[in-house]
DNA sequence: CGGAATTGCTTCAGGCCTATAATATCGCGC
DNA sequence: GCGCGATATTATAGGCCTGAAGCAATTCCG
């Protein structure tokens, strides 16, 4: 198991160092979000979920993919179904997308950009774009393409744990 | 200015580039947090922001500084002066934190880990580390360094287009 | 000294988020 | 056809979070 020995390899040559890893790394999502947050609520008026949302939609869209479900979307967005019945009802208020029953099948909804909805995602698309653009503006090419590809790996070993821990769970079932 | 030729370089050379890494940190933000947040919950009944509270506190402390202020505070864990009060007043209630009016100044509360909180943050904190360290235990030594080496220039990023957007909207103002 | 601006905190409305429970519908096997 | 587990969604309670408004204590300064 040479993963294990790494494991242990980088215990014992940096202690705490995930940890600072971590703290660092969520220090910099959340800077970055409140910055988001702060803007689209001032220049557009809309908060970052909404946003999310109408972008989901858009992107499923040029896929040729016409509206999305509710459980489709609540996996897109990582939210749980509950939370987005309330987000997706305020923005049927707003006339920014439309819900519908499918005709298939009559537990599910539908939920689709309205016009309306995909004007205000076209103004603020390209707005939002320079926003990270120069919040990024710093690092060069090579520092983003690092990054990208560490986040990467880290992601990969998050998701390595967590299915480690599936499995664990389930031998201690049987 | 080299520096804007290097972000124009950068654009040239791989639009979208910021936006892609952008979605990338905070799906990974997220991935870590959300785990977090419900193993804190599982385990120990409490949720991410109080344990936040408790670990500042602690900190403090180390640092020979015996309670913080609900400025300070809310200063130290980024979060509105309105969303402290509510918290520290749940905390307050679990009898994990103590408030008390200073005697310098009457307006300021001081916030301090209670007996019950130091035990119980101390029963957390280990195996809270040991969540991170196997969440973050695929990367190797290197990657570790080197993503928090690339996490820092990209905070320092944001903070100097922070800064910069400060400055041109005193420009405006004059 | 005595306002005036500032600082520290709380309150409030609005919104996001989760976990849990409830409701409705679908599909499958008998 | 009928029941039953699975699926799709909504409802609810509790908590987190922000921005704005407001109150009280302090500090600044003429």
Redesign the pocket.
């Known amino acids: 198991m040479s993963r294990t020995d790494t494991k242990l390899a980088a215990l014992r040559a940096a202690p705490h160092d995930s940890l600072r890893l971590w703290l660092r790394l969520l220090s910099c999502s959340n800077l970055v979000e409140?910055e988001v947050?702060?803007r689209l609520?001032e220049e557009f008026d809309i908060?970052?979920?909404?946003f999310d949302v109408l972008a989901q939609l858009d992107a499923a869209s040029r896929d040729s993919v016409q509206g999305l479900?509710?459980?489709?979307l609540s996996r897109r967005l990582?939210?749980?179904?509950?939370?987005?019945?309330?987000?997706?009802e305020?923005l049927v208020q707003e006339r920014l997308v439309s819900?519908a029953a499918s005709p298939?099948?009559?537990?599910?909804?539908?939920v689709r950009l309205t016009k309306k909805g995909k004007t205000a995602l076209d103004a603020m698309t390209p707005v939002h774009e320079g926003w990270i653009e120069r919040l990024f503006g710093d690092l060069s090419a090579d520092d983003r393409a690092d990054l990208d590809a560490l986040l990467g790996r880290l992601r990969d070993s998050v998701r390595v744990a967590l299915a480690e821990e599936e499995e664990e769970e389930e031998e201690g079932e049987s």
């Not at 479900?69 to 489709?72: A, D, F, Q």
């Open positions: 409140r947050r702060s609520r908060t970052l979920p909404r479900t509710m459980s489709e990582m939210v749980t179904n509950g939370n987005l019945t309330g987000l997706i305020r819900r298939r099948d009559r537990r599910t909804q539908i």
